[in-house]
Antibody, heavy 119, light 107 residues
């Protein structure tokens, strides 16, 4: 079945970086955009940006423009989200999710990766 | 940025109740609105898109409607598995945004 499986929980100190992976299965990886969405504890959902696995093109939300990088490895159907210069308020669950094209909703989600930032 | 204002933010209801959640967009978004259901500790699940199109596998007690920039999610008869938080989501313009959520709890 169609699945997005994310890497496990991470703990980082402020100022460090974290890289979360999202492995796709059950569908053509290059045919769907991969988006990243985060959710701080007890809070709502925040869209971070997308990557087009077909050509590596990206579109980041302005809030994350200078400190997030989204990449992919089509040989292993995996997308990555790299967040730099972490702060304590980056503590959140990070989800990958996919959409068929821009303007269509997120139909399948990964299970989420908890990233904790604490000194 | 397009703001989505959900109301209420919290509601308490009983099994069998008819429940309505509203999402108001700060500007026109045509029908580029989706609804998600999220249970504690789980990822969101797509319920509806294009304002009123039910995602495959979602029970027909869920329905959606729109009037201008106001969107409504209705659960016709609340079931035990429906107690969750619901989010609206606009996919009309960047940055993509979500409503603040509506938590539906058992009365």
């Amino acid at each position: 079945q169609v699945q997005l499986v994310q890497s496990g929980a991470e703990v980082r100190k402020p100022g460090a970086s974290v890289k979360v992976s999202c492995k796709a299965s059950g569908y053509s990886f290059t045919a769907y955009y991969i988006h990243w969405v985060r959710q701080a504890p007890g809070q709502g959902l925040e869209w971070m940006g997308w990557i087009n696995p077909n050509n590596g093109g990206t579109n980041y939300a302005q809030n994350f423009q200078d400190w997030v990088t989204m990449t992919r490895d089509t040989s292993i159907d995996t997308a990555y989200m790299d967040l730099r210069r972490l702060r304590s308020d980056d503590t959140a669950v990070y989800y990958c999710t996919k959409s068929r094209t821009l303007g269509l909703p997120f139909d399948v989600w990964g299970q989420g990766t908890m990233v904790s930032v604490s000194s | 940025d397009i703001q989505l204002t959900q109301s209420p933010s919290f509601l308490s209801a009983s099994i069998g109740d008819r429940v309505t959640i509203t999402c108001r967009a700060s500007q026109g978004i045509s029908s580029y609105l989706a609804w998600y259901q999220q249970k504690p500790g789980k990822a969101p699940k797509l319920l509806m898109y294009a304002a009123s199109t039910l995602q495959s596998g979602v029970p027909s007690r869920f329905s959606g409607s729109t009037s201008g920039t106001e969107f409504t999610l209705t659960i016709s008869s609340l079931q035990p598995e429906d107690f969750a938080t619901y989010y609206c989501h606009q996919i009309y313009a960047y940055p993509l945004t979500f409503g603040g959520g509506t938590k539906v709890e058992i009365k």
